[in-house]
């Protein structure tokens, strides 16, 4: 049995494919990057070794080795969470960076009155004149948090321009998910970075021999100023220096903090055989663990991973290779330009596991991105440089830098609209103006359809008035 649609039913389906015509037209004019937004891609983790790695109590953590810039291990790095008072870290590394250490700073009521009386202070009253060496051992070592805010005032003036400062600092350092509001770490849930990002200012933070020596302090004496005649303890909080019971050798710095809202979070850093690694742990459940797993996060990295030299002579090929195949190109193409130079920029060192290495590695280009198109201008074309291990794992080495530079065509060369691409793998060339011409066909053809049936829904719209003008009855 057959069902037919009413005329309702007619009309609203007319009309729901007209709609969705005129969406695929209006779609298929915007460009690839507006219809269909990519997301942002996670940190990248270079993943665990043969060995076992270690169960962490924590919402996120990230194991980072500083020397090849390369994110060894971890879980939600890229969550954002409450620091609590690791906020000290960014606080210490911008007066480290801006302010001269026998600087003196004025104390003012702005400098403690709004903060939470539960807090730790060191005790600054209005009018008390301080140097800013002495400040950061106090918002250091005991995390006092009038000593982060009198920092942060002789930085930038006031808090609100410190944390756009910080804000600014951390987008320079690569931290892509940080949002800080104040410079000591006040539970707010506005104020939120990653573990990721905590550990991108720690190495920063670490670079400074300051940094390292007062972290790594067990008690220093704050001397007496104009307005406190007695010289104040200021014990460090961080067990790893404190308490013999958790005593780790190649720890170097680092900073704690805690919040009902943040939970217990950590980030240090430690070195061994010129390695220096980072590791940040955010909301563990309590504090103890978030220093014994922070110690098993460190020999698991030194034990599972090693770095090896990356050596120029490993690229010659490489090199010789690139230049061969971007001349061919340009040769194929047309284009009015010469390849002027290659340049090699490789970074120092790259990390990897002991059983990749042991198995061998070659290394390479990647040569995807390059083109090469008609509207030719001088210009520096930088393509990523890799080594790929036994196992397929690629671990970037650096990227090979090459200048080309406009020269008079040949005449027995004719020029070419086409765009030429270089791939490893036979992909064919995609032409960017036969691409234009059947996006705009494909436009024309349905927006004919959407014509067509917008016309047929009028006529049904008709039919159906005349249908109720017959079956109107007549008043005698």
């Known amino acids: 049995m057959r069902h037919r649609l009413q005329p309702n039913g007619q009309r609203t389906a007319c009309l729901a494919l007209c709609v969705a015509l005129c969406a695929v037209v209006i779609l298929s004019f915007l460009p690839a990057g507006i219809a269909a937004q990519a997301m942002p891609s996670a940190t990248p983790l ?31 790095p890229d969550r954002p969470l409450a620091p609590a008072s690791i906020t000290k870290v960014m606080t210490a590394l911008l007066a480290l960076e801006n302010l001269a250490l026998t600087d003196t700073i004025t104390v003012t009521r702005a400098m403690f009155e709004t903060i939470p009386n539960d807090y730790t202070r060191l005790g600054l009253v209005e009018g008390e004149v301080i140097t800013v060496e002495e400040t950061l051992y106090a918002c250091l070592l005991i995390s006092a948090n009038d000593a982060a805010m009198a920092l942060a005032v002789a930085v930038s003036g006031s808090v609100d321009a410190f944390a756009t400062q910080m804000n ?94 943040s939970g217990y979070t950590i980030v240090a850093g430690a070195q061994q055989d010129e390695r220096t690694l980072v590791a940040v742990i955010l909301n563990a459940s309590n504090s103890p663990v978030r220093y014994t797993d922070l110690a098993q996060l460190f020999d698991y990295g030194f034990s599972a991973y090693l770095s090896e030299a990356v050596q120029e002579k490993d690229y010659e090929t490489v090199k010789n290779e690139t230049r061969r195949a971007i001349a061919d190109a340009i040769e194929q193409a047309g284009c009015k330009l010469t390849l002027d130079r290659v340049t090699l920029e490789l970074t120092d060192w790259v990390i990897t596991t002991p059983e990749r290495s042991a198995a061998g590695y070659t290394s390479g280009v990647d040569l995807e991105a390059f083109d090469l198109d008609k509207d030719t201008a001088d210009k520096e074309v930088c393509l990523p440089l890799y080594r790929r291990y036994a196992d397929g794992s690629r671990t970037a080495t650096g990227q090979i830098l090459l200048t080309l530079r406009v020269v008079e065509p040949s005449p027995t060369v004719t020029e070419t609209t086409a765009t030429t691409a270089i791939t490893q793998a036979p992909v064919p060339a995609t032409d960017d103006e036969d691409s234009d011409v059947w996006r705009y066909l494909l436009a024309v053809v349905l927006g004919l359809v959407c014509l067509v049936c917008l016309l047929l829904l009028v006529a049904m719209l008709r039919r159906d008035m005349k249908r109720k003008r017959r079956k109107r009855p007549r008043i005698l």
């Open 46 to 76: 270079l993943g665990p070794g043969a060995l076992a790695s270690p169960e962490i109590d924590g919402e996120a953590y990230v194991l980072y080795d500083v020397r090849s810039e390369t994110f060894l291990l971890g879980e939600n």
């Open 168 to 261: 600014e600092r951390a987008a320079e350092l690569g931290c892509t998910d940080t949002h800080f509001t104040n410079p000591y770490g006040l539970a707010d849930e506005a104020h939120l970075t990653t573990a990721h990002d905590m550990a991108l200012i720690t190495a920063a933070a670490l670079e400074h021999d300051l940094f390292r020596e007062i972290t790594t302090t067990r008690q220093h004496m704050f001397p007496p100023t104009n307005l406190y005649p007695e010289a104040r303890g200021l014990p460090n909080g961080n067990r790893f220096v404190s308490q013999s019971a958790y005593a780790y050798e190649p720890y170097i710095g680092g900073k704690t903090g805690y919040t009902r809202l």
